[in-house]
């Protein structure tokens, strides 16, 4: 039987709930992994492998141990320019959200992100993804949001398209045209909303450039009533949603959501028991986002212990973003996640594989190694996989395999 690669010597952390029911991390020891046509083809304890299988290569982990390739489900990576100096005022005392008010914030690289080309925008994107590549992902959301004009949001999403000739990675891309009002539209926010609506979605969605449509449901974002306008013009281009649901105050976006069954609903800091309770009902995912609790120096924890109670899948990404979350390792955010939200290593390693992969509407194919599903994996130099959550500041990649395709760690 034809079989590209197989893997030996090796331990698999497959998370796939079915591998070993009760074990978090769905561990198989001295495991063999076949490929064929960039699908997994067969995995399981080595002295079980068929013999029908003729592999044309044969890899000797020697002792290494393979997690599904990582995925980072939420992401800002495409942007000009950066915030180090709103950095600074925070350190001084001055909120992010005064700064946003006070005309900087996400307008400041909106300004920077319009002036750019698409060139550029593609070049200074293609070394951030090349670091999150690096630390083995091979799956990763990217947003516009920084452009905020039908132009300018559509470049965005054509920079992030652009990017998947670069790297062995997929890219899902969304549209958050819905992200901040530009200055343009300044006291005459329900015509923003409009030409959201009505011209950037369809035109998105027309071209094939978003997966997916995104909102700011904040104070100093966009009215739950806006947000809901946005929805249901995703809905009527069949887009699925996402939502930055309650980052800086509880504005019942996670309960928003839910209701439009949204894939996931992301950040999560203010959201209520009857929110938690929504998102488990309409099995959205509960996204985290430790970088930008950790940046902005925040007290509110995300509702955890709600969240695992409820059985609301919970993911871990990055965020990385020039103002909240300047962020390219996806390893730092499972440290992350560990110490500042108490997850466990096998909850935060779950959460940057098969949870993410549901967030991005991807769980069938994505996220977890399994025969049939892609053979996107991570393959790491350590004793268990508990490591990958415990270092921080190091990368134990030895080398990562994108739909059947390896490469070295970059
Ligand atoms: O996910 N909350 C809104 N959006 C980003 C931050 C964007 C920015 O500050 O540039 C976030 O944290
Ligand atoms: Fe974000």
New binding site residues.
């Given amino acids: 039987m034809s079989c590209e690669s197989l893997w030996i010597n090796v331990g698999l952390a497959t998370f796939d709930p079915r591998a070993l029911p009760g074990d978090p991390y769905g561990i198989i020891e001295d495991a063999a992994l076949a490929v064929d046509q960039g699908r997994i083809l067969w995995l399981g304890p080595r002295a079980e492998l068929p013999v029908k299988f003729q592999p044309r290569l044969v890899h000797d982990g020697k002792g290494a141990w393979i997690t599904p390739g990582l995925v980072d489900c939420?992401t800002?990576l495409v942007y000009a320019g950066n915030r180090a100096n709103e950095f600074e005022a925070r350190l001084e005392g001055i909120s992010y959200a005064e700064i946003a008010r006070a005309g900087g914030g996400i307008a400041a690289t909106v300004a920077a992100t319009r002036r750019a080309s698409l060139d550029e925008l593609v070049s200074s994107s293609s070394a951030r993804l090349a670091r999150l590549v690096a630390e083995g992902v091979t799956t990763i959301e990217i947003k516009s949001g920084y452009g905020l004009t039908s132009a300018s949001e559509l470049q965005m999403l054509r920079a992030a398209r652009a990017l998947a000739a670069l790297y062995p990675v997929h890219i899902t891309t969304t549209l958050l045209a819905a992200h901040a009002l530009p200055a343009e539209f300044e006291g005459r926010p329900e015509d923003y909303v409009s030409l959201v609506c009505d011209e950037m979605i369809p035109d998105a969605a027309r071209l094939g450039l978003a997966d997916a449509v995104d909102a700011f449901c904040e104070t100093i974002g966009f009215s739950e009533a806006q947000t809901a306008r946005v929805f249901d013009a995703a809905r009527r281009f069949r887009l699925p949603v996402k939502l930055?649901a309650d980052q800086l105050s509880d504005g019942q976006g996670a309960a928003l959501a839910a209701r439009f069954g949204a894939l996931s609903a992301?950040h999560l800091e203010y959201t209520s028991a009857a929110g938690v309770a929504a998102l488990a009902k309409a099995k959205t995912v509960a996204v985290l986002?430790p970088g930008a609790f950790y940046f902005l120096r925040e007290k509110q924890l995300p509702p955890i212990d709600a969240l695992r109670r409820e059985g609301v899948p919970i993911a871990v990404a990055t965020?990385c973003?020039p103002g909240s979350s300047p962020c390219t390792s996806l390893l730092l955010m499972l440290n992350m996640a560990c110490t500042l939200f108490r997850l466990t290593p096998a909850e935060a390693l779950a959460g940057a594989t098969r949870s993410a992969a549901l967030a991005l509407g991807l769980g069938h194919c994505k996220g977890r190694l399994a025969p049939g599903w892609d053979a996107d994996l991570a393959i790491w130099q350590v004793g268990h996989p508990r490591e990958l959550c415990y270092a921080f500041g190091s990368n134990p990649l030895i080398e990562s395999v994108y739909a059947g395709q390896a490469h070295g760690p970059g």
Wanted: a negative charge; glycine letters at 0%; charged letters at 30%.
């Fill in positions: 939420h800002h930055h992301d986002l965020d973003n």
